[in-house]
């Protein structure tokens, strides 16, 4: 059973290579719509959303089935998570608010859970066209070359990404951590992008980031990417990162232990 679940993903009819060109497509769809300007409307009292995410996700739902058939969850149309069987979880656009903003950062993000377990991870940044793609059992690319994890710093010269959820009664304890983090990190980068800072953790350019609340198209293919280059996720308990943990924390194991104390 276990060498079924750790086949290629080839042997599934899909290379990776085939949904990196998804996200690049995707990644079109955004950027055009980037160049031009979009508008924007309020889908809740927080959270906007624009018709470069719903033309995004359209795409990536008709394509992604069509290469693997199985069930699927977006940002913009929802669902259920499962827990048995293969799933795509994709937001076809995280960084909406800088669409009509700054900075000029935003992401396709392509995950595939199996058995409610992150398995494929894909994530590409239209506007700097990098690309980043990680499966279970290989390493960590980007643009397609492998990449070379830096070694972590000391804590004391750690470089810490957070990201402010929607959900406001969240904020109070996240700036206590942030206060906790500040007198013991070397720098605090706030990239409202949560899949790009879950990737830069995974490339080593970011040493630790945490996020209070989790939605599944946020986290599942940086999670991939994460554990694929030897990091580790955990909730802010500490225990490993789950399909239904609601906070997250993404590093090396040093990293998590030095800093689990200021977020707990």
């Known amino acids: 059973m276990e060498n079924l679940k750790l086949k290629s993903f080839a042997q599934h009819g899909f290379p990776i290579e085939d949904i990196e060109q998804v996200a690049r ?39 992604l089935l069509k290469l693997h058939p199985c069930h699927f969850y977006g940002e913009e149309s929802g669902g ?39 398995v494929l991870g894909v994530i590409y940044d239209p506007i700097h066209d990098t690309l980043y793609s990680a499966q279970e059992e290989h390493q960590l690319k980007i643009n397609g070359e492998v990449t070379r994890v830096r070694s972590s710093p000391e804590p004391a ?29 070397r720098a605090v980068k706030v990239l409202g992008v949560p899949v790009l800072s879950l990737a830069e953790v995974a490339a080593g350019r970011l040493d630790l980031f945490f996020r209070p609340s989790t939605k599944a198209a946020d986290m599942v293919a940086g999670v991939c990417m994460v554990r694929v280059s030897g990091g580790k996720v955990v909730d802010y308990e500490g225990m490993e990162w789950t399909i239904h943990s609601k906070g997250i924390i993404a590093g090396s194991s040093a ?10």
């Open 25 to 63: 497509s995707a990644g079109s769809i955004i950027r055009a719509h980037y160049t031009r300007g979009v508008g924007c409307e309020f889908k809740s009292r927080r959270q906007v959303v624009t018709i470069a995410d719903r033309e995004s996700e359209q795409f990536l739902k008709e394509t």
């Open 80 to 118: 259920i998570i499962i827990e048995q069987g293969d799933q795509w979880v994709v937001d076809p656009l995280d960084g909406t608010e800088n669409m009509t903003g700054y900075p000029p950062l935003l992401a396709v993000s392509i995950g595939l859970l199996r058995n409610g377990k992150p």
């Open 157 to 185: 010269n750690a470089v810490v990404g957070l990201d402010f959820s929607s959900e406001m009664h969240t904020r109070p304890e996240t700036l206590g951590q942030l206060s906790r983090i500040l007198q013991q990190a």
């Open 255 to 264: 990293m998590i232990e030095a800093y689990l104390p200021c977020l707990t």
